[in-house]
């Protein structure tokens, strides 16, 4: 069996990072399951084999190691005590438990309640934007409204939201193979600060208690001890951390995907009403989280390949959301297309906590920015893209957009 060196490929390679598909598309045709020693699992890419893991919590445990790509040799800080439980990182009952507390702030109930909020904001960053010169969509709408939306909703003030990019910046972000010790060292420097900042904010609300996220969380924790301090550390950095980078690159995806496919973005402006499937199918055609992973507690097979408890599956999402077996003409954008069952949020108990929020959103986001930029398209040639350097949660750094005829950009000019 093939490894993914043995292949030539690098999860660093910019390239990569820039267009998965086509790697995906041949490793779903030549070597559906591959070793990947960068990951340290067995990368799946197919849609049935994907979605059989996930739906498998009792063989396939999230308590897995993080995945820490490049540098080993160094410590690297993580926000909470290593070993600290999340819902994303724990299998029942503990899942049960932590996942219980949040849910109910979750529900679609709940959430739309946030809506005028969120088109407020989304109206809000736009009127800032040049009509008539090109504008970078990352940097004015789809970094900007997660940020300000989730640090709302856990109650921490709004203009901390440049911040927060950078702390969350370097929780997510992978230090590369090649990073100085002053990079990892400013890196390190960054995550004490952001805990530091954290643990203020919980400790406010156990002096004087409030009814936002954090606060309900700290009620928990101080009246019925249903999660340690700890855990709660680790579960305001969790959603801190999953309600941004995340949506921040579906918005830009779906921006790129609608300059690419022309005729669906007139679609769109024609008939709004296909928005909420249209959502969907961006999430499907370019969703923002690449893979997840899973500890293996019992031996399966796949094409062969015995794989033994105690290893690790690394399931791309993005690539079983492509698998032609599960969906024709995968690599079209159809905002009209019926989709029921893409992957790009999970599956499962671990199924994504902030979809309903994620997909208002980008509802949200890609309506404002048809009705008021109705010819949207790039400003530079799409091979000009600059990406974060950040194989899993995948998006483009920039994203220079211009109404229409404006003229094209240079593209040193906003490479960045
Ligand atoms: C486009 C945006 C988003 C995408 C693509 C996404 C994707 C995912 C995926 C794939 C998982 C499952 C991981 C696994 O099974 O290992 C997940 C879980 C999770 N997501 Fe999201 N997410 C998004 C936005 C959000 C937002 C806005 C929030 C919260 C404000 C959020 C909170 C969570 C949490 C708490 C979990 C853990 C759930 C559990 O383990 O039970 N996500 N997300």
């Not at 503990?94 to 109206?123: E, G, N, Y």
């Not at 995806?253 to 008939?271: S, Y």
């Not at 309506?367 to 194989?391: C, S």
Request: proline letters at 6%; charged letters at 30%.
């Amino acid at each position: 069996m093939p490894t993914l060196q043995d292949l030539g490929v690098d999860l660093f390679d910019p390239a990569i990072i820039a267009r998965p598909h086509p790697f995906y598309a041949r490793l779903r045709e030549e070597a559906p399951i591959v070793y990947s020693e960068q990951l340290r699992g067995w990368m799946l890419t197919r849609y049935d084999d994907v979605r059989h893991v996930l739906r498998d919590s009792e063989r396939y445990s999230s308590m897995r190691d993080p995945v820490l790509l490049g540098r080993r040799d160094v410590m690297l800080e993580q926000v909470a005590p290593p070993g600290t439980l999340t819902m994303l990182g724990a299998d029942r009952p503990d899942h049960t438990r932590l996942r219980k507390l949040l849910a109910m702030d979750f529900t679609p109930k709940r959430i739309v309640r946030m809506q005028p909020r969120i088109d407020a904001v989304t109206r809000e960053l736009l009127a800032d934007v040049s009509r008539d010169k090109p504008f970078d969509v990352a940097e004015s709408l789809a970094v900007p409204l997660p940020v300000r939306i989730i640090a709302e909703l856990l109650g921490i003030a709004p203009d901390m939201y440049r911040q927060f990019k950078l702390w969350s910046d370097a929780a997510t972000e992978p230090v590369r193979p090649d990073a100085t010790d002053a990079q990892v060292g400013e890196r390190n420097a960054r995550i004490v600060e952001f805990r530091s900042f954290l643990k203020n904010e919980i400790d406010q609300r156990h002096r004087a208690p409030t009814n936002d996220f954090i606060g309900r969380l700290v009620a928990a924790h101080d009246d019925e001890e249903r999660l340690t301090d700890d855990e709660l550390l680790a579960a305001v950095n969790l959603l801190l951390l999953a309600g941004n980078e995340t949506t921040t690159n579906l918005i830009s995806n779906a921006v790129l995907a609608l300059t690419r496919f022309p005729d669906q973005a007139r679609r769109l402006r024609e008939d709004p009403s296909l928005m909420d499937n249209a959502v969907d199918e961006f999430l499907r055609y370019d969703g923002s989280v690449q893979f997840t992973t899973r500890r293996l507690l019992a031996d399966d097979e796949f094409y062969g390949q015995r794989v033994s408890a105690g290893e690790s599956v690394v399931v791309v999402l993005a690539s079983a959301n492509r698998d032609p077996r599960a969906f024709e003409s995968p690599d079209e954008l159809d905002v009209g297309r019926r989709i029921s069952r893409h992957l790009a949020f999970g599956d499962w108990i671990h199924v994504c906590l902030g979809q309903f929020l994620a997909r208002m959103e980008t509802h949200a986001a890609i309506t404002a920015l048809l009705e008021v930029f109705p010819n949207l398209e790039l400003a530079v040639d799409e091979d000009d893209l600059v990406y974060r350097a950040n194989f899993n949660l995948r998006g483009p750094k920039h994203l220079p957009v211009v109404a229409g005829e404006a003229r094209r950009l240079e593209p040193g000019l906003v490479a960045g």
